[in-house]
């Protein structure tokens, strides 16, 4: 059984570009979470899928972020315009109904030039 | 955003040495988990407690749930170099739907051999 895998890992753009992160879940769980982790913070939370339906979203995700999961399978992530201060570490974490324990991917580390 | 007070922030132990960490929150919680992260990766899984007062294992870790639900500590029990990372420990309100985790800042483990 795989775990959760991100891609791509590193991602280098410049101020105003647009990106997209995607996250291949845990193959059996219909939960998939998006945060991102700043330097020497915790991961925080941006935003929930339960199969395909977005169920939450952060204050932290603006009106640029965008997230999809259009089969209930994986899911991506789209900044528009990207500025330097969404330079983060973008994590994705899929569980299951019952216990909800989330497994995290090795992240997307997005830098903002 | 909303997160929990972990302590310490940073250890420095010698190998062979046990190590405890601790988190507190203002909240309530269902659940606490801990989490292991190596630099440039998403956080790893160490133990989950599902009921206050749990204490459960995993080989030298042994975390519990505070009666309150409230609170949580990790011990590491012998360390060896390998254990050297940062640790959070995540809250989660878990229910019928799903629900984000709040993170703590991390405690910072350094051991020498």
């Known amino acids: 059984d795989t775990g959760v895998s991100q891609n791509p890992r590193h991602k280098i753009t410049k101020r105003g570009q647009n990106v997209t992160f995607r996250c291949d879940p845990i193959?059996?769980?219909?939960?998939l979470y998006w945060y991102r982790q700043t330097l020497g913070q915790g991961p925080e939370f941006l935003t929930y899928f339960q199969n395909e339906a977005q169920l939450e979203k952060s204050r932290l995700l603006s009106d640029r972020f965008s997230a999809e999961r259009p089969k209930g399978s994986f899911s991506t992530l789209e900044i528009q315009r990207t500025e330097q201060g969404d330079s983060a570490m973008y994590l994705c974490?899929?569980?299951?109904?019952?216990?909800?324990?989330?497994?995290f991917g090795p992240g997307t580390r997005l830098t903002v030039l | 955003g909303q997160q929990l007070n972990q302590s310490p922030q940073s250890m420095f132990i010698q190998e062979g040495e046990d190590v405890s960490m601790n988190c507190t929150s203002s909240?309530?919680?269902?659940?606490w988990l801990w989490y292991k992260q190596d630099p440039g990766e998403g956080p790893v899984l160490l133990i989950a407690l599902y009921k206050a007062g749990e204490l459960t294992s995993n080989g030298r870790l042994t975390a519990q749930f505070g009666i309150t639900r409230k609170d949580s500590f990790l011990n590491i029990s012998a360390s060896i170099p390998s254990d050297v990372g940062i640790y959070f420990c995540?809250?989660?309100?878990?229910?019928?739907?799903?629900?984000?985790?709040?993170f703590g800042k991390g405690t910072t483990l350094s051991v020498s051999s």
């Open positions: 974490a899929s569980s299951q109904t019952g216990t909800d324990t989330q497994y």
């Open positions: 909240s309530i919680f269902n659940t």
């Open positions: 193959s059996e769980h219909n939960r």
């Open positions: 995540a809250g989660q309100l878990s229910g019928q739907a799903g629900t984000a985790l709040i």
